[in-house]
């Protein structure tokens, strides 16, 4: 006779009890089913280290911390920040989203887009620009994306700088 096991693996898809039996090797141990906790949330990775150094070296102005605290509720998978309706972030958004006005916002963007900081980079379109986060910071989405999201980001950050040497950014 063997002792029943109870376990929350084994799904019954039919209104009655179902007896089920399992064999166990000698030393094995069977463990009941948990489902995973955190299975249904969404998750954005800060990195510790990264961000520490940057508020001990860099020092954030006040405006800057908010806004970047202001905008992780708003980070995509694709590390472009976006508002409900997937709309991306301009200086006009973040200057409504904070009730500044524009030209604090993007003093505060120009300065997180600075080369000492590197926390945003942007896409520019026509004359908006619109914001990344750095995924070395900041990052939201699968583990197995984030090295084309780096990629992407760089990119974006070495076109910044050349349009900004040009002449063209503002």
């Not at 958004?93 to 945003?120: F, N, Y």
Request: hydrophobic share 35%; proline share 3%.
């Amino acid at each position: 006779m063997s002792d029943p096991v109870n376990t929350r693996s084994f799904q019954n898809n039919t209104p009655e009890a179902v007896k089920v039996s399992v064999e166990v090797k000698p030393g094995e141990s069977i463990k009941a089913f948990r489902p995973r906790i955190f299975k249904n949330f969404d998750f954005t990775m800060v990195f510790h280290a990264n961000n520490r150094d940057l508020v001990r070296n860099k020092k954030l102005s006040d405006d800057e911390k908010s806004l970047l605290f202001s905008l992780l509720i708003y980070l995509d998978y694709d590390q472009y920040v976006k508002d409900e309706s997937a709309m991306f972030f301009n200086v006009k958004r973040v200057a409504e989203l904070l009730g500044w006005s524009r030209q604090r916002a993007g003093r505060v963007l120009d300065g997180l887009c600075s080369h000492s900081k590197r926390l945003l980079a942007y896409t520019k379109i026509g004359r908006e620009k619109y914001y990344m986060l750095n995924p070395h910071f900041i990052f939201r989405g699968d583990t197995s994306s984030m090295d084309t999201a780096i990629k992407l980001f760089e990119q974006s950050a070495i076109d910044n700088a050349e349009s900004d040497v040009l002449g063209d950014g503002s």
